[in-house]
T-cell receptor, first 116, second 111 residues
Framework: DAGVIQSPRHEVTEMGQEVTLRCKPISGHNSLFWYRQTMMRGLELLIYFNNNVPIDDSGMPEDRFSAKMPNASFSTLKIQPSEPRDSAVYFC??????????????FGPGTRLLVL | KQEVTQIPAALSVPEGENLVLNCSFT??????LQWFRQDPGKGLTSLLLIQSSQREQTSGRLNASLDKSSGRSTLYIAASQPGDSATYLCAVRRNTDKLIFGTGTRLQVFP
């Protein structure tokens, strides 16, 4: 398996523009996670899905952020409009997501976002 | 609110030394604890996962211990190598899939 795939790997945009980050989880995994990493705040969970359903979005910072998972093999994280303080590395991770199973999460390489 | 702290924040050692990285958490009601490695510009790689009922896990030169009652975990790296240079993160999980990450220890092992 190719692991968790994220695109783009790097994104530079101007304030006010819409940004869409994409993730393909490992085939067969039922849980998908979006994280944000910054120097100031470290690694924070934004939202996670189980069987394509959002389970916990309490980490989503503002209404400007939205995430979808239309099917088991694809998820998007959208920022509209983007702001300079959104600059960070955004990671997607997936896990088997079986109830009661304490398994590990597998991370993608991340998308490095810079909002000017 | 669960808070996870790692000490030291940075560590620089010569090759061959045995190392101990520390992780502490404020709420002992955890399901498991994981140690990850992050290389510059890369994602996270899981190293070890310790269930709440376990005391330690070993993988090669790595050994992780867990003391739930005191809210502590240690990652022991034996005979360190330059290839071990990376940032090491610990993360705890409660009764959901959410992982709460620590602040990280940036390790540099020089030849």
């Amino acid at each position: 398996d190719a692991g968790v795939i994220q695109s783009p790997r790097h994104e530079v945009t101007e304030m006010g523009q819409e940004v869409t980050l994409r993730c393909k989880p490992i085939s067969g995994h039922n849980s998908l996670f979006w994280y944000r990493q910054t120097m100031m705040r470290g690694l924070e969970l934004l939202i996670y899905f189980n069987n394509n359903v959002p389970i916990d979005d309490s980490g989503m910072p503002e209404d400007r952020f939205s995430a979808k998972m239309p099917n088991a093999s694809f998820s998007t994280l959208k920022i509209q409009p983007s702001e300079p303080r959104d600059s960070a590395v955004y990671f997607c991770a997936s896990s088997l997501g079986l109830a009661g199973i304490q398994e590990t999460q597998y991370f993608g390489p991340g998308t490095r976002l810079l909002v000017l | 609110k669960q808070e996870v702290t790692q000490i030291p924040a940075a560590l620089s050692v010569p090759e061959g030394e045995n190392l101990v990285l520390n992780c502490s958490f404020t709420d002992s009601a955890i399901y498991n604890l994981q140690w990850f490695r992050q290389d510059p510009g890369k994602g996270l790689t899981s190293l070890l996962l310790i269930q709440s009922s376990q005391r330690e896990q070993t993988s090669g030169r790595l050994n992780a211990s867990l003391d739930k009652s005191s809210g502590r975990s240690t990652l022991y790296i034996a005979a360190s190598q330059p290839g071990d240079s990376a940032t090491y993160l610990c993360a705890v999980r409660r009764n959901t899939d959410k992982l709460i990450f620590g602040t990280g220890t940036r390790l540099q092992v020089f030849p």
